[in-house]
């Protein structure tokens, strides 16, 4: 938080992220309540979702990209102007009674599609220049809490968008969500100009000019010099995946035991649950990466897994107080490790290719919690959700073990998140 208060242009160019994040979640939600109502909605809801999931895991696409654009403070706020329209068009299609029901669900998935390619492009565009506007020691605690309180506010947005629906129609929340990305653009714009008013010089910044595919191999050399980044992302994004598979298993258990783990309703008590590790993930960015800035990510790895292990036993143990305060700290955990793993990789590789290798590790931490949810899933489905909830403990250990003895090999533990 220090340095969004010390950072004019940092602050401006966070909110202008905060605005533009909030406000989709704003549409998305109306979109999706909108879908409900067709007939075969199931069929609508999914494809709504799998364009939604699809430009996250092209992420490397789009840093690839973002590293061969020469004025990236000028091409983001082209974006956020290009995404204003898109959704202003949405607007006008939901006042037009000739375009209803599938036809205009249809129209409005293509141009949502669009708009989130260009969220992920803009997304690859963010990290260099957040490097470019603080200190290369800062990015950790800058980026975590960015990312936090993007966090926070996507969830505040769904509940706000669920009282908006009561007297804003689908055109209004869409004209609201053009609006956010309308003055995003115009604080990027403004940020870019006081940025190159001090800098002139990086409107002639080094651009990549690799082909894709000797870029990812490029980038993947320059993490393998770093001792140990590969175990960590490795460790990372399977804590990623306990987190999701853990959501569906708690489910499953709440539900088979309603006279001791609700609280509530099930509903409500599902609800908290998925509050809690937002929660506990958006203050492990913004606190988090502050408090265990010198702290090596092995060791946060580490006492993660200790935490992913006890929260399989509370879950066994069916005390819905203790499994929400592991998930807390699961989740906080998981939190402070993602920030800091992006500042090691922001001091191992070139700056010409950063977004590209920050969008194939973000791609492999995204594609791991699906993968090991569906593996989870699938067990509990064949057997017995005890027999998924052995299977990730069983990780859980085998994971501690592993870290532990590289963390005797070769002394990571005292290896700093800045080297």
Not at 344 to 356: A, M, P
Request: proline share 1%.
């Amino acid at each position: 938080m220090d340095v969004f208060l010390r950072n004019k242009n940092y602050r401006k160019f966070s909110i202008a992220g905060f605005l533009s994040s909030a406000g989709n979640i704003l549409f998305y939600l109306a979109f999706m309540t909108y879908a409900s109502k067709l007939q075969n909605y199931a069929l609508a809801l999914s494809l709504i979702s799998i364009t939604e999931a699809i430009p996250d895991l092209l992420g490397s696409v789009a840093g690839y990209i973002a590293d061969r654009t020469q004025n990236k403070f000028k091409m983001i706020t082209w974006l956020a102007v290009i995404r204003f329209i898109l959704y202003m068009l949405v607007g006008f299609l939901f006042t037009r009674n000739n375009i209803a029901g599938w036809n205009l669900v249809l129209i409005v998935i293509a141009i949502n599609f669009i708009s989130d390619l260009s969220g992920s492009y803009s997304g690859g565009l963010e990290t260099p220049i957040i490097v470019n506007l603080v200190s290369e020691e800062e990015v950790a605690e800058a980026e975590g809490f960015t990312g936090g309180v993007s966090s926070i506010l996507q969830m505040l947005a769904q509940f706000a968008g669920s009282g908006l629906l009561l007297f804003m129609s689908y055109s209004g929340l869409a004209v609201v969500n053009a609006l956010t990305f309308l003055i995003a653009g115009l604080i990027f714009a403004n940020v870019g100009h006081n940025y190159y008013k001090v800098h002139s010089e990086a409107t002639q910044e080094a651009v990549n000019n690799q082909n894709f595919f000797k870029t990812m191999i490029n980038s993947f050399k320059q993490l393998k010099k770093e001792k140990g980044i590969f175990t960590i992302l490795i460790t990372i994004a399977l804590l990623n995946g306990v987190l999701g598979a853990l959501e569906p298993l708690i489910s499953i258990m709440i539900a088979a035991n309603k006279t001791t783990m609700i609280i509530g309703t099930f509903s409500f008590t599902i609800a908290l649950f998925g509050a809690i590790g937002s929660i506990g993930a958006a203050i492990g960015s913004i606190l988090g990466t502050k408090l265990f800035k010198s702290t090596s990510l092995l060791i946060i790895a580490l006492i993660d897994t200790i935490f992913s292990a006890g929260m399989v036993i509370t879950i066994f143990s069916k005390n819905i107080i203790l499994c929400m305060f592991m998930f807390f700290f699961l989740a906080f955990f998981a939190g402070t490790a993602s920030p800091k793993l992006e500042q090691w990789i922001v001091t191992s590789v070139d700056r010409t290719i950063l977004s590209s290798t920050i969008g194939a590790v973000n791609t492999i931490l995204i594609v791991t919690s699906p993968l090991v949810t569906a593996v989870i899933s699938t067990i509990s489905a064949a057997t017995s959700v005890y027999y998924s909830l052995g299977t990730l403990l069983i990780g859980s250990i085998i994971v501690f073990g592993v870290i532990l003895h590289i963390i005797r090999k070769t002394n990571l533990d005292k290896q700093p998140v800045e080297n």
